[in-house]
């Protein structure tokens, strides 16, 4: 139901195809009084930009917000807020040759099937250009969580075989920014670049695991079905090329016991908090007070200069051969850091907004 | 928002506490037409009954549904359908002697930070017991796909560290049907029993994994926030003591290349399909016509045995020593495999109403 | 969409049939810490409750409700509060000999052409004994309500040709209170029960409208489809039989010039506020702390004595005599005045809520 | 909840204010396959365009759309389509000069005392302006509906006064379209000339009546809180300067006997049908295939000429004496034509879709 649209009380629309005039959004909800410039949205922009970044598409984007309504002197008004990003350098002619035939990993095949009709010009809303809508919201989102204290940062954990050890907030925070992989170590990101290389000339790509730290107040996210780990999930797995969500130890957790697994509660100054934090930041859905913790998983990126074999829309053998104009990245989950940072915020936002309705 | 409720057009509301009367939910936009008696709802609820099977809690529901709305004749009438389940033995004196200890792995802390207070009589809605309302809703969203010609089957895939090989579909629904474990291959079932004896003799508990596979038609899902991963994530991350959600390859997407992820279109018949299902079912968010695969991460179950040293709620260091009469499974994933398919067939009736409107 | 759910963050779900087992309602999002007793919603039971009153349908339901979730020693726990009342008196043996009848007023024809299905036995859904899920529903709005300091008071202002003249606050609140037929004037009742006991002679029945008075503070509703007077509306046509729905001067303001109907703003202590209340309560949207007030009309009741042609569900002429026994009120209006007070309430909590989101 | 938005399936959100750099609209969840051009909606925004009429508001918006997104070679995609309406002459120096004066009758009251902020150039959000993207949205509405054979007619039934008599649906369409007040009877329309001349001589402004019929299959609606006649009333008094809604013989149902208001059934051809339409085309919430028949009125435009009493922002007492070159239409009625045909047009496209779900 409005498949396009992500949030409640803090909710967004987003609309725009890669190869049209641009792509853009709606904030439906956001708060009155919240000081907000163009500049803190090109900021979170300027860091999904491809062409920005080694090892991510060359495709040069330069995007700017056009803030279309919703601030009076500076400040957000209570009206909705609709964000505008140009599409400048939308080359649609790499896609001409391969207009019929179905691409692997790509979503031609099932839009068709579902819509009888596919803008087969860069992807249309498949393609990785819609999320820059959402990290622009994502940006208005978490100028609203620092008014809370609410911090979110994202990091890239893995890229194919090369892992990066955890790492303490402060160091997160700080190398992150630095990093053009977002990668919070200099050792591992070393050795990322050098993986990216090899797939790249050899036509090839790779999957990775995007890492998040958000910290939060306890509270937040409700009992059941809008535990804050569903809605995190709901929001990873919306993201395109993301395969798998996991919160705390996730997966490992199968394997641990329940001693180990259990987080021991203790006294501190006037309160109560985890000693440990294997949950990842929720107990019941709520949010403890300890950070957030949770990894998405990425595929490879779907395209790829490698020969391909296929099939066109009419079903005869074919060879997908991408031209060399098409820009693509290695490694889909580099530029992910933002959108996942952006899809946190978001969440987050709209459950500080539902946690005032909590008590009488 | 409504955090009680899950779906868009096939809609359900639950209610109800572990210790209270009972527990309830309403099913709200079922069509019309669909026939329906109380034993097909009773049949999936004995799935998921405790002391049905042997390493689940010996709380012995037996419970039985009663349909208060919504039938008429035997059908569906396009009223809202509830379904209400008594609670015959909901013993809370176990519950007495710990209250005012925070329970690790538990919500009570939570619950009392959010709302400020907590039902302390086994758990209220943060109870496993809230699941029957979503098994006893599942089995309505199960006549309703059968009508579409979809089946959902799930499955233990792994317990602590013992773990299932893939099986085959056929094998899969039927030796799955067998098992008390819900375990597809009986070697593995005899190995998982065996750890499980061993971390109940400890008192102590184990993690594991459930899988699950659907046969869809193609087209199901929404492209951006509703993709048919995204509400699979949400609607399996919103169960009790769930961490972790992948699809297809998962979380070992991360680690591959793009030519060894891609799944290959191919010709069959008159149409066209994929030639391999690394995806794990759909493409873009929506279904390719492969079947859905996806495995869902429960931590061990927090209630153990084994003494633990926590804080009351003052703020007192103390021990938390659960009474010997207090009733826990010793993983709770067992009891989970029929709330991850009652979960999925919500998602995929929803889904199967929502796709009536992608064409004029 | 979920069409037998109504509201945002305080939000119900109401179920079940005139003649099945009971009628019920889920409340979902009502914050915590609300002092609740069963009695609160008895009282409002009461008030609707036919058979109390002359000139309203004899059916003896004396409703009382069971608390079935959501409270914990005396208060709300922020849990979803399920509410069942049992149907005793559920007389269908006049409707068996009527079933195969189009039923002139009535929803048989529609449900059947919609649903292919239609439970006869006294209208299912379409009944007004679905009436009574809203009006507990909002005795529990009304608590909360209580609590921001916020009163509703409904009454009737017209049966037939016999209409109230307007009274102040203090008369409606207490003479309401007293009167059978809930109208604030006792000679307008005398003539009310005449023109009533005259239609009821004629085997026919009256129209009617009901007035509604609500003190709000400013700032509730929101400014474009979210209106309060545009939720009211809603709230209200979804009342059965409603046919019409007017704030402040309503239809009367058609035939104004703006120099009459502007209402003046004026300084009142260190406030401002409006020197008169054409306006009903709201401008944009938005309740400008004046009293809200508006009306709605109801059609007569659509059962009457009388025999009416018609003509069966095969397309042969008939004609409809009900059977004596068959129990219907002369004037639904009468009735309709707790399902207005309440559904006000609904709309009220529910705006009280959302408000808490309107600033940072 | 996301008060910028209006709809389930077929779901619009509005931005964008009046002095700003433009409004605009996002529709999601409207089907592929359906042709659009951009002249489709600029032939309805022609419709309301002030300054396009004598009695309207001289402002020249010679508004155009802009489609942003949603169409591939003419056809929706089934992605969201955004439409953009630049704001050519929006001239705020008018309202320069009464920036700090509470204006009688406007929501720069009640905006400033919820958010604490308002946009004075205008009105931002509460300013007619708004309406121009749902006369846009409804324009796509219109072309979802005329697939499905469905059509809707708005006319001007009264001002001030001035009451136009009943008209066939013929009459109605074709004299409707041809008149500037969009008036089906041309010496009522020389009449409404009249008595406007008069008021807007005066320095004052009139009220009026919209009315509004709309040929709709039957099973339209559903039967609890999304009545059909419930949706049409939400819609129409979200409708900036609406006071009131009926539906049918509306508030004149009040005065009537059952025998006199019930719509006899009788056959027709193989099927059944009503004899008469005072119920205006619903029963039990669902369309009877009837036209749907109902009138919303109109306030006094607000804004007016004369000097009125009012306080500044500060409470001290002022007279408004709104600027000659502020441009406002004697009566909101006129205008409120289309926009009352394309709330209807958004209800039923929604109806139609939501529909398709009513039967397995």
Tied chains: 1, 2, 3, 4.
Excluded at 61 to 86: H, M, Q, Y
Aim: hydrophobic residues 40%.
């Amino acid at each position: 139901m409005a498949s396009n649209s992500f949030g409640n009380l803090f909710r967004i629309t987003t609309f725009g195809e890669s190869h049209g005039s641009g792509i853009g959004v709606v904030i439906d909800g956001c708060p009155a009084g919240l000081e907000l410039t163009s500049q803190d949205i090109d900021l979170e922009l300027a860091r999904r930009r491809p062409g920005a970044r080694a090892h991510t598409s060359p495709r040069n984007e330069d995007d700017r917000v056009d803030i279309l309504s919703g601030l009076f002197e500076g400040k957000t008004t209570g009206a909705p807020i609709a964000l505008w990003i140009k599409n400048k350098d939308a080359d649609s002619s790499a896609y001409e040759a391969v207009k019929n035939l179905y691409r692997p990993g790509h979503a031609n095949f099932t839009y068709l099937e579902k819509y009888g009709v596919f803008d087969h010009r860069g992807g249309g809303r498949a393609s990785a250009r819609e999320t820059a809508a959402r990290v622009a919201a994502g940006a208005v989102a978490k100028k609203l969580l620092a008014h809370e204290g609410i911090e979110v940062v994202g990091f890239l954990c893995a890229v194919g075989d090369v892992v990066c050890p955890d790492v303490e907030m402060k160091q997160l925070r700080e190398q992150t920014r630095l990093s053009p992989l977002f990668c919070p170590d200099r050792a591992i990101e070393t050795a990322m670049v050098q993986v990216l290389s090899v797939a790249q000339e050899a036509g090839d790509s790779l999957g990775g695991v995007v890492g998040c730290v958000a910290t939060v107040p306890v509270g937040l996210g409700d009992p059941v079905y809008n535990k804050l780990e569903a809605l995190l999930a709901y929001a990873m797995l919306s993201i395109p090329a993301s395969k798998g969500f996991e919160i705390g130890e996730g997966f490992a957790a199968a394997r641990m016991q329940g001693s180990q697994h259990n987080d021991r509660f203790m006294a501190e100054g006037d309160g109560v908090r985890l000693a440990t934090n294997h949950a990842g930041g929720t107990l019941g859905g709520i949010s403890t007070g300890e950070p957030l913790v949770f990894r998405v998983a990425f595929k490879p990126t779907s395209s790829i200069r490698k020969p391909q074999e296929t099939v066109t829309v009419d079903g005869q053998v074919a060879t997908l051969q991408m031209p060399t104009t098409a820009r693509h990245d290695p490694c889909v989950a580099i530029r992910a850091v933002p959108v996942v940072e952006a899809m946190a915020a978001l969440v987050l936002a709209d459950a500080v907004l539902l946690n005032r309705s909590a008590r009488i």
